[in-house]
């Protein structure tokens, strides 16, 4: 096969759905049948051991615990958002970071859960309502297409983008994705067209007046994808008053070192953390922010 997803000895790993259950509660449930530890970096995660299978254990089907890696559940806790907030998710199906987001509000606030495909449209609507997120706005629109001066987000506070991209990070065949030959033919310009989207994007999200906090994540091992955008934008980001902050500063993978800053951005790598995930933290502090706003 020409992929091969890395996913023998994986870990699993679920995100407990604190709008709907406690982590202890969640534990002891688990528990009766399972190992089941806390994760050391994300609170509301727990391990379980490889071969488990939970896709119909009660808790899944209920949504009171969701099958999420532990790389994709940094995405949320990156962004910090607070109950009350006003927050977009800019490209959201099929919900997994959104209904995290929604848990770290403790379902205050609102998010607005953008989603360009008719069809996932759908699927973030039902994972919406099996979380119990109640203040989310699914919206199916181009996030391109909103406008930053629209005063109904005049108040949001943090963006999410997740945008689509390669997704080499979670299945791949090979190892050498850091070697300058790794891409060729049609999976060149199929990356140049993603980094592009994610770019212009990325500089959208940037330019909401009262936005302090914009995450950038992708599920991609590529550099054109991840620290390339990032570099991109960094004149953009700082004449908006922007620059980057460390997510998870005790992580020790980094970003490669190809952009000034990249000490402050995170991987994963798709073998030693079983995902390969890439985010950036864009943050600014509020005297940057226009005071009509
Ligand atoms: N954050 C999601 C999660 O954790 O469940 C995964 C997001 S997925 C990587 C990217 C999503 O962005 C896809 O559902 C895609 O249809 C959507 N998308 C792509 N372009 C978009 C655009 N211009 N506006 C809004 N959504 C877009």
């Given at each position: 096969a020409q992929y091969q997803i890395y996913d023998v000895k994986k870990p699993r790993y679920v995100r407990v759905n604190t709008l709907k259950m406690d982590v202890e509660t969640a534990m002891f449930e688990l528990g009766k049948e399972n190992v089941v530890q806390k994760d050391d970096m994300i609170p509301d995660l727990l391990v379980l051991p490889?071969?488990?299978?939970?896709?119909?254990?009660p808790l899944v089907t209920d949504g009171s615990v969701f099958m999420q890696g532990k790389a994709s559940s940094m995405v949320a806790v990156a962004l910090g958002p607070k109950p009350g907030w006003e927050v977009i998710d800019a490209c959201a199906a099929p919900g997994n970071k959104t209904v995290h987001v929604a848990a770290l509000m403790k379902g205050e606030g609102k998010i607005v859960a953008c989603e360009l495909n008719k069809d996932r449209v759908k699927r973030l609507e039902h994972t919406a309502k099996l979380a119990g997120a109640t203040n989310v706005e699914v919206l199916h629109e181009?996030?391109?297409?909103?406008?930053?001066?629209?005063q109904s987000y005049s108040k949001v506070r943090a963006i999410l983008l997740d945008p689509s991209c390669s997704g080499s990070g979670t299945v791949a065949?090979?190892?050498?994705?850091?070697?300058?030959?790794?891409t060729s033919g049609g999976d060149e310009s199929r990356l140049v067209k993603l980094a592009a989207f994610q770019k212009k994007a990325l500089i959208h999200a940037l330019s909401f007046p009262s936005v302090e906090r914009v995450v950038y994540s992708t599920c991609s091992v590529h550099q054109i994808e991840n620290e390339d955008v990032v570099k991109s934008v960094l004149p953009v980001a700082a004449s908006y008053g922007f620059q980057l902050s460390t997510p998870f500063?005790?992580?020790a993978r980094r970003g490669l070192p190809v952009v000034e800053g990249s000490q402050h951005l995170l991987r994963t790598d798709p073998v030693e953390d079983k995902e390969g995930f890439f985010i950036a933290l864009f943050t600014r502090n509020a005297t940057h922010i226009p005071e009509t706003f």
């Amino acid at each position: 096969a020409q992929y091969q997803i890395y996913d023998v000895k994986k870990p699993r790993y679920v995100r407990v759905n604190t709008l709907k259950m406690d982590v202890e509660t969640a534990m002891f449930e688990l528990g009766k049948e399972n190992v089941v530890q806390k994760d050391d970096m994300i609170p509301d995660l727990l391990v379980l051991p490889p071969s488990t299978d939970l896709h119909s254990h009660p808790l899944v089907t209920d949504g009171s615990v969701f099958m999420q890696g532990k790389a994709s559940s940094m995405v949320a806790v990156a962004l910090g958002p607070k109950p009350g907030w006003e927050v977009i998710d800019a490209c959201a199906a099929p919900g997994n970071k959104t209904v995290h987001v929604a848990a770290l509000m403790k379902g205050e606030g609102k998010i607005v859960a953008c989603e360009l495909n008719k069809d996932r449209v759908k699927r973030l609507e039902h994972t919406a309502k099996l979380a119990g997120a109640t203040n989310v706005e699914v919206l199916h629109e181009n996030f391109l297409n909103l406008n930053p001066e629209d005063q109904s987000y005049s108040k949001v506070r943090a963006i999410l983008l997740d945008p689509s991209c390669s997704g080499s990070g979670t299945v791949a065949d090979r190892l050498d994705y850091l070697l300058p030959s790794h891409t060729s033919g049609g999976d060149e310009s199929r990356l140049v067209k993603l980094a592009a989207f994610q770019k212009k994007a990325l500089i959208h999200a940037l330019s909401f007046p009262s936005v302090e906090r914009v995450v950038y994540s992708t599920c991609s091992v590529h550099q054109i994808e991840n620290e390339d955008v990032v570099k991109s934008v960094l004149p953009v980001a700082a004449s908006y008053g922007f620059q980057l902050s460390t997510p998870f500063p005790q992580w020790a993978r980094r970003g490669l070192p190809v952009v000034e800053g990249s000490q402050h951005l995170l991987r994963t790598d798709p073998v030693e953390d079983k995902e390969g995930f890439f985010i950036a933290l864009f943050t600014r502090n509020a005297t940057h922010i226009p005071e009509t706003f």
